[in-house]
């Protein structure tokens, strides 16, 4: 007879309300249920828009011109960077190429700092063809170049087009066509420094250089691609072009190239109105509530530079595209009424998901998180759990992070960045890749004496008791649900990248008991939401490891607002608190009675000197 096997005893779950198990589960569930009417409303908030209706008369654009023009400004004028002499003779090249067309032609010439040309000299020009409305649409292309090529496709094509399409407005009229006559007013615009970050068309925006309200931007830039037409849409703030104006441009490149042009996809789309960001012209004019978007061959990034000749046209792309601008340009003269403005929403197959019905979701997935840390808050008082000392450890991490971000400050103030406009630099330009080592280095040195002070009251002095780490770790999540609520204030959209982080660091009280490597783990995997948009930078804009560095650039530089900096620094003192306790090395700030008599610099001070003594009297010896 076999022996009878003693009963396997099975591992208790913690008593709900016990220091084990700190968050009421049931309560977060249940705070999970305001979900519903967001996403009731999300669902009725989806429609399709309608497009504009074509034009009555065909398109005339003449493929052959456009090829022939492309091909002479990308071999008489293959370094087009700006500031430089062939930046000058292909802005002469273009005046000429209008005057036959009898249009009045004006120009703005500046001086700007540009990252990685410093400080260089830039020109914008336009032809007006005056319509029966002072409202102005306005059609654009960039015409500098990297000069690491001719530029052919980048953006000799746009530019050649541009002048394209101006020849229908022409005065006078060709023999073989009759002038036409818009409704609205047309501005035929070729900005300098496209390639640079849009550099032009911010100066364009910022300071406009013509009294005609601008309804509405077309923007054509690299359009003689291999790859299938595509729009860009994302600005420089959560906003996206009027939905009409985007259904209206997708059905005119249906027409002629017979398929839906391309776009960022529905996630994709979400990180743009998280982070604004896009390396194309159309974004300075979106972030001021005018209509604008790009018709591109290209992705998210510019296409190369190198092999970019004229010989590698793709010229039926090149005709369709062109032709598909010239419809576009007419419908929307025709009833631009119907398709000005800007909203936030995200574009997926012919229908969009209104803006702010995402910011109710993302809002509503906010609550639980908020319920629960509030809950452990309330929790953590009825226990009689000391929460001060919690509160100045973190006060003193928050104090570092802020530390930290003044000496970044700094080290830009020194000339230790790059420094200029602020506008994106072009991932494919030097200053976007190299990283300037000794100034990190330096920066690093910096923030490690930084943190010595400051690890002097952050530093386990003994083993931490259960009810210290609870402490720790709830005014750490609160004060993260204070820094969700900043981000509410600021862009919701953002909360895409908070959210992930505050539902799984909810569960590290919960984790005390467990392996430090499971505590670790669980950490790092919230710290999957604020890496998608070092993720998006590498992937989407082809930046790969340089990635983190130039998002520290676009910081450096100003197109990352001061307030998400401080924003960020404040989220990532909590977050370095919650680290802590994760990793088993949280402790609480010190009582009187367990600090030394000097505080943190003084006792610095006193470590350097006696070190200095002993070094003395050793070399006395």
């Avoid at 396997?8 to 309300?17: D, H, I, W």
Wanted: proline letters at 9%; charged letters at 15%.
């Amino acid at each position: 007879m076999a022996a009878t096997q003693p009963p396997v005893r099975r591992r208790r779950r913690p008593r709900r309300g016990s220091i084990e198990r700190p968050v009421d589960g049931r309560l977060y569930r249940a705070a999970l249920l305001v979900l519903a009417v967001p996403l009731l409303l999300a669902a009725f908030s989806i429609r399709q828009p309608t497009p504009l209706p074509p034009p009555p008369l065909p398109p005339t654009f003449d493929s052959a011109t456009t090829t022939r023009l492309a091909a002479a400004l990308s071999t008489q004028y293959p370094d087009r960077r700006p500031g430089s002499s062939g930046a000058a003779g292909a802005a002469a090249w273009f005046a000429r190429e209008m005057k036959p067309f009898g249009l009045p032609t004006a120009s703005d010439t500046w001086e700007q700092d540009v990252p990685g040309l410093g400080r260089v000299r830039l020109q914008n020009l336009w032809a007006v063809a005056q319509g029966k409305s002072q409202d102005a649409i306005v059609v654009m292309a960039h015409r500098d170049d990297l000069g690491a090529g001719p530029g052919a496709n980048d953006n000799a094509s746009g530019t050649a087009a541009l002048i394209e399409l101006a020849r229908t407005y022409a005065r006078p009229a060709p023999p073989i066509q009759g002038a036409v006559e818009s409704t609205h007013t047309l501005v035929f615009l070729s900005t300098d420094g496209g390639d640079y970050g849009g550099v032009g068309a911010e100066r364009f925006v910022a300071k406009p250089p013509i009294t005609n309200r601008v309804v509405a931007v077309i923007n054509l830039d690299a359009i003689a691609g291999a790859a299938p037409a595509r729009l860009q849409l994302a600005g420089d703030t959560p906003r996206s072009p009027a939905p009409t104006l985007v259904t209206t441009a997708a059905h005119r490149l249906l027409e002629t190239t017979d398929a839906w042009p391309r776009h960022p996809g529905f996630l994709a789309q979400l990180v743009d109105l998280g982070f604004p960001f896009s390396l194309y012209e159309q974004a300075p004019f979106v972030a001021r509530g005018i209509p604008a978007l790009t018709i591109t061959t290209a992705g998210d990034r510019p296409p190369p530079a190198f092999g970019d000749v004229a010989s590698r046209f793709h010229f039926k792309t090149l005709a369709q595209i062109g032709q598909a601008a010239q419809e576009l340009v007419g419908s929307l003269d025709q009833g631009l009424e119907l398709a000005q403005g800007t909203a936030s929403y995200v574009w997926f197959g012919t229908r969009i998901l209104r803006g702010w019905a995402i910011e109710l979701v993302l809002i509503a997935l906010l609550v639980p998180y908020l319920v629960g840390a509030v809950d452990l808050f309330a929790y953590t008082r009825r226990r009689r759990i000391r929460l001060a000392p919690a509160t100045r450890a973190l006060r003193s991490r928050l104090a570092f992070w802020l530390f930290a971000g003044l000496a970044f400050e700094l080290f830009r103030v020194l000339g230790a960045w790059p420094t200029g406009v602020a506008r994106p630099p072009n991932p494919a330009t030097s200053v976007a890749g190299s990283w300037p080592v000794a100034a990190l280095v330096g920066l690093a040195v910096v923030l490690t004496c930084g943190w010595f002070v400051a690890r002097y009251r952050l530093a386990p002095r003994r083993p931490s008791e259960p009810e210290e780490d609870l402490a720790g770790q709830a005014v750490a999540l609160l004060a993260l649900g204070v820094v969700a609520l900043l981000v509410v204030a600021t862009n919701p959209f953002a909360l895409l990248f908070v959210l992930p982080a505050l539902h799984v660091w909810l569960r590290l009280p919960l984790l005390r008991a467990r392996h430090v490597l499971v505590r670790l783990a669980v950490f790092v995997v919230g710290l999957a939401g604020p890496s998608v948009v070092v993720a998006s930078l590498a992937w989407r804009f082809g930046l790969g490891f340089d990635a983190p560095w130039y998002l520290l650039e676009l910081v450096g530089i100003g197109y990352v607002s001061t307030t998400a900096f401080a924003i960020t620094l404040a989220g990532a003192a909590a977050a370095s608190q919650l680290a802590a306790a994760a990793a088993g090395r949280y402790a609480p700030y010190p009582d009187a009675d367990e600090r030394g008599p000097r505080g943190p610099i003084r006792e610095l001070v006193r470590t350097v000197v006696l070190a200095n003594r002993r070094r003395r009297a050793l070399l006395e010896l």
